[in-house]
């Protein structure tokens, strides 16, 4: 199925083999080990992520919860009468999907999935991009679509991309998408990307945004066993980048285009989620719940205070 596929997603596979995703999930790890795929959060894809990107349809199954979270969070930065630009994604899409409600704004893409998720909302202006149609993420590249972006000056840019690492930034495995990319951040005066804790410490062939250029990461609170993303986070919080971490309650999605459930939102301008933060050195701290627990009585009694209120 990953063959013929490009990816697919752990409950997809439950299904048709007639089998629990606990089982799944281990005979997956064992065909990584043997070289024959790669894992992903809540899927897997073919392996060699230098040089292969999945498409659309494979994309959008794969960590759904994640990215609704990120979205409605993403979506709360963005304020009425505001001019920005969005580039293709998944995540983006999603976000699209949000700021169908924003009056007054204005969005600049290449995506023809973003224009089509804003295109009957009345008090929003959608501007296209012009260039060749990419059929894998249904997004305009090439010359045509760099050379409509010369001159534009925009407050925001909102992107996705396959990898984001500390070191390269953010990056994506097919050339004329990584140069697009390019032109749209141009464009802003701040960078704002969009990565579900999977992509964290991925490295990919292009580089499209070196972290130095990122402004914010909205993500995902990744999971307590994830120490690879957990010390991505801390690395790209030391070098500037403000961390905003969207936590779901609510895990369940409607059918796609629908509606979604709305998740719970908790943003934080700190570099990491749980207590591994106190275990890494150098770069900003924050002190766990837990050690708020252990702080002097009279420090004590107004935590318990403020989670009585």
Same mark, same amino acid.
């Given at each position: 199925?990953?063959?013929?596929?490009?990816?697919?997603?752990?409950?997809?596979?439950?299904?048709?083999?007639?089998?629990?995703?606990?089982?799944?999930?281990? $005979?997956?790890?064992?065909?990584?080990?043997?070289?024959?795929? $790669?894992?992903?959060?809540?899927?897997?894809?073919?392996?060699?992520?230098?040089?292969?990107?999945?498409?659309? !349809?494979?994309?959008?199954?794969?960590?759904?919860?994640?990215?609704?979270?990120?979205?409605?969070?993403?979506?709360?930065?963005?304020?009425?009468?505001?001019?920005?630009?969005?580039?293709?994604?998944?995540?983006?899409?999603?976000?699209?999907?949000?700021?169908? +409600?924003? !009056?007054?704004?204005?969005?600049?893409?290449?995506?023809?999935?973003?224009?089509?998720?804003?295109?009957?909302?009345?008090?929003?202006?959608?501007?296209?991009?012009?260039?060749?149609?990419?059929?894998?993420?249904?997004?305009?590249?090439?010359?045509?679509?760099?050379?409509?972006?010369?001159?534009? +000056?925009?407050?925001?840019?909102?992107?996705?991309?396959?990898?984001?690492?500390?070191?390269?930034?953010?990056?994506?495995?097919?050339?004329?998408?990584?140069?697009?990319?390019?032109?749209?951040?141009?464009?802003?005066?701040?960078?704002?990307?969009?990565?579900?804790?999977?992509?964290?410490?991925?490295? *990919?062939?292009?580089?499209?945004?070196? *972290? $130095?250029?990122?402004?914010?990461?909205?993500? $995902?609170?990744?999971?307590?066993?994830?120490?690879?993303?957990? *010390?991505?986070?801390?690395?790209?919080?030391?070098?500037?980048?403000?961390?905003?971490?969207?936590?779901?309650?609510?895990?369940?999605?409607?059918?796609?285009?629908?509606?979604?459930?709305?998740?719970?939102?908790?943003?934080?301008?700190?570099?990491? !989620?749980?207590?591994?933060?106190?275990?890494?050195?150098?770069?900003?701290?924050?002190?766990?719940?837990?050690?708020?627990?252990?702080? !002097?009585?009279?420090?004590?009694?107004?935590?318990?205070?403020?989670?009585?209120?």
């Amino acid at each position: 199925m990953v063959r013929a596929n490009g990816a697919v997603s752990l409950r997809e596979l439950a299904r048709v083999v007639q089998t629990s995703e606990v089982t799944v999930r281990r $005979d997956v790890r064992a065909l990584e080990a043997e070289g024959l795929l $790669d894992r992903r959060h809540g899927g897997a894809v073919l392996p060699g992520g230098f040089t292969r990107e999945s498409g659309f !349809p494979q994309k959008s199954h794969l960590a759904t919860a994640e990215k609704t979270a990120i979205a409605d969070l993403a979506a709360s930065l963005v304020e009425e009468g505001e001019a920005i630009v969005v580039g293709a994604g998944t995540t983006t899409q999603e976000l699209a999907r949000r700021l169908a +409600r924003v !009056p007054g704004l204005t969005v600049v893409t290449n995506s023809l999935l973003v224009a089509q998720a804003l295109a009957h909302a009345n008090r929003v202006e959608v501007v296209m991009t012009g260039g060749t149609l990419r059929g894998s993420n249904y997004a305009l590249v090439g010359s045509g679509a760099e050379q409509s972006l010369q001159g534009l +000056r925009v407050s925001r840019a909102f992107l996705s991309g396959s990898g984001l690492t500390a070191e390269r930034g953010l990056s994506t495995s097919n050339m004329l998408s990584a140069s697009v990319d390019r032109a749209l951040v141009q464009a802003a005066a701040e960078v704002v990307v969009l990565a579900d804790h999977s992509k964290l410490g991925t490295d *990919t062939m292009f580089q499209t945004v070196p *972290t $130095d250029v990122i402004t914010r990461l909205v993500t $995902d609170e990744p999971p307590t066993h994830d120490d690879r993303a957990a *010390t991505e986070l801390q690395a790209l919080a030391d070098q500037g980048v403000q961390i905003a971490i969207a936590g779901a309650s609510a895990t369940g999605t409607g059918p796609a285009g629908g509606d979604h459930v709305p998740a719970r939102q908790t943003r934080r301008d700190v570099p990491l !989620p749980g207590q591994r933060r106190n275990q890494l050195p150098g770069g900003p701290q924050l002190r766990s719940a837990s050690a708020l627990d252990q702080a !002097p009585p009279e420090r004590a009694a107004r935590v318990a205070d403020l989670r009585r209120r």
